[in-house]
């Protein structure tokens, strides 16, 4: 299905939407989650809600605690530090939660680390049913594994829920041939293939999960959380970002 501009019927009817930490972050105050960005956030993600799409959100916790810069700069152990990590993005997922409740949308967020007081344990028929019904469903906790990260945990949550697709919402608006920050000339992709951009050592994912998404032909789309109503955007076909399938 090809939705023509202005249409509103979904192209996708599943979709993980990943996140990351530093996204909540301000970068003025440095407030660790920023109450304006979270409301805005989630407030595009209650508008794909509104369209009856199924909405599952993986988010990062580097804007708390990233294990892998803290074993290379602090000396923590890196299992120890992926743990912590693995903590900080249930609580970016319990403020999703409570911000978007406020909004009246209902809202699980699934731990892959058991705590059964704040979150339900990961269980895929239990989260499939959740998304059937409406909710929103959080997964947290990473994997549940140290040496794994949180788009690695996206890639697998979505293959396992048979998702349509990854949104990964970034700060930039697509993927391009190199660093646009630094090169004028950079180009934009449309869209690319797996192999392509594995030959091209594009920066989509890290190895892990874009392995998982080629392997189970799970279709990535990267485009740019700050540009307004991206995601509704995305979830109606409309061009934007970079479509890696």
């Not at 988010?59 to 992926?82: C, K, P």
């Not at 697998?156 to 608006?173: G, M, N, P, Q, W």
């Amino acid at each position: 299905m090809n939705p023509q501009a202005g249409s509103t019927e979904p192209k996708f009817r599943r979709i993980v939407l990943k996140i990351s930490g530093e996204v909540l972050k301000s970068t003025e105050s440095g407030e660790t989650i920023d109450a304006d960005i979270l409301l805005r956030v989630c407030q595009e993600i209650k508008e794909v809600v509104d369209l009856n799409v199924q909405v599952g959100v993986v988010v990062g916790g580097g804007n708390i605690f990233r294990g892998l810069a803290a074993s290379a700069s602090r000396g923590v152990d890196r299992t120890t530090g992926d743990y912590m990590g693995m903590l900080a993005t249930v609580i970016n997922g319990l403020a999703i939660m409570d911000c978007l409740e406020k909004m009246d949308v209902p809202v699980r967020v699934m731990s892959a680390i058991e705590m059964n007081k704040v979150a339900e344990p990961y269980i895929l028929r239990r989260a499939v049913r959740h998304m059937e019904k409406g909710r929103v469903v959080v997964f947290a906790g990473g994997t549940g594994n140290p040496y794994f990260s949180t788009d690695t945990t996206a890639a697998l949550r979505a293959s396992e829920i048979e998702a349509d697709v990854i949104f990964k919402a970034t700060k930039v608006d697509g993927i391009y041939d190199k660093d646009p920050m630094k090169h004028a000339d950079a180009v934009k992709y449309d869209s690319v293939g797996f192999g392509e951009a594995l030959r091209q050592r594009l920066k989509v994912m890290d190895t892990t999960a874009f392995a998982l998404c080629q392997d189970n032909s799970m279709p990535i789309l990267v485009f740019n959380l700050n540009e307004s109503g991206s995601i509704r955007r995305a979830v109606l076909g409309e061009k934007i970002g970079t479509l890696v399938n």
